[in-house]
């Protein structure tokens, strides 16, 4: 069975400050992908980062960076200088490698950040 | 390009009573799933559409069933509703031919069941 902790309910930050929203995961394939969503208050989930299980390097997109780490089982997400419109829920997903199309995602249950101007 | 589409957004319904909730998945994208989302909770997988059949199943009552029509929409059907079936439904799609991409995700239904 696959299963995602995400261990931080609420977080809250002053703009400009940095944060790490932390993702752990617990799964039994070799081959699976991991994923960051952003939820904004509209309700649609927005993908963020999609990443397989084969490539451990850290990846930078502007503002936002992700670690993860194979050893740790865990998907860390920081938001750099963070601003007002980081506000939403953020989940980290995971699923299983499909031979077609997609496996079902497996989510945290989320981190609510706040960004406080 | 249109995105992921869903009606209705609101939805108020009894106890007992049946709901249709429907998706229309992004232009090129032949695959639908749809996720129920508790308040307070991440999306919980219910079932994913291909070809007009259901593919793959989460772990949902024979209460939840859905279709998928020639033009890759799909619709969600709940029949005998409980309180607990109150959630946001989101529904996905995808493209089959690209293997484990991200899915796109609509708005959802908001469904609040008394």
């Known amino acids: 069975a696959q299963k995602v902790t995400q261990a931080q309910t609420e977080i809250s930050v002053v703009e400009k400050e940095d944060v790490t929203l932390d993702c752990v995961y617990e799964?039994?394939?070799?081959?699976?992908?991991l994923f960051w969503y952003k939820q904004p208050p509209s309700g649609e989930l927005v993908f963020l980062i999609r990443?397989?299980?084969?490539?451990?390097q850290n990846e930078i997109s502007g503002r936002y960076s992700w670690n993860f780490q194979k050893s740790t089982s865990s998907f860390n997400f920081t938001i750099t200088a963070s601003q007002v419109v980081d506000s939403a829920v953020y989940f980290c997903?995971?699923?299983?490698?499909?031979?077609?199309?997609?496996?079902?995602?497996?989510f945290g249950t989320g981190t609510r950040l706040t960004i406080i101007p | 390009d249109a995105g992921v589409t869903q009606s209705p957004t609101h939805l108020i319904k009894t106890r007992g009573q049946q709901v249709t909730l429907r998706c229309s998945p992004k232009?090129?994208?032949?695959?639908v799933s749809w996720y129920q989302q508790a308040l307070g909770q991440g999306p919980q997988f219910i079932f994913q559409?291909?070809?007009?059949?259901?593919?793959q199943r989460g772990n949902f009552p024979d209460r939840f069933s859905g279709h998928q029509f020639p033009n890759y929409s799909s619709e969600l059907n709940v029949n005998a509703l409980l309180l607990g079936d109150s959630a946001l439904y989101l529904c996905?799609?995808?493209?089959?031919?690209?293997?484990?991409?991200?899915?796109?995700f609509g708005n959802g239904t908001r469904l609040t069941v008394t």
């Open positions: 996905a799609s995808s493209w089959d031919r690209e293997l484990n991409s991200p899915l796109h």
């Open positions: 799964t039994r394939d070799t081959t699976y992908y």
């Open positions: 990443r397989n299980s084969f490539d451990e």
């Open positions: 997903a995971l699923s299983g490698f499909a031979n077609f199309g997609n496996e079902k995602l497996t």
């Open positions: 232009s090129g994208h032949d695959t």
């Open positions: 559409y291909y070809e007009e059949e259901e593919r």
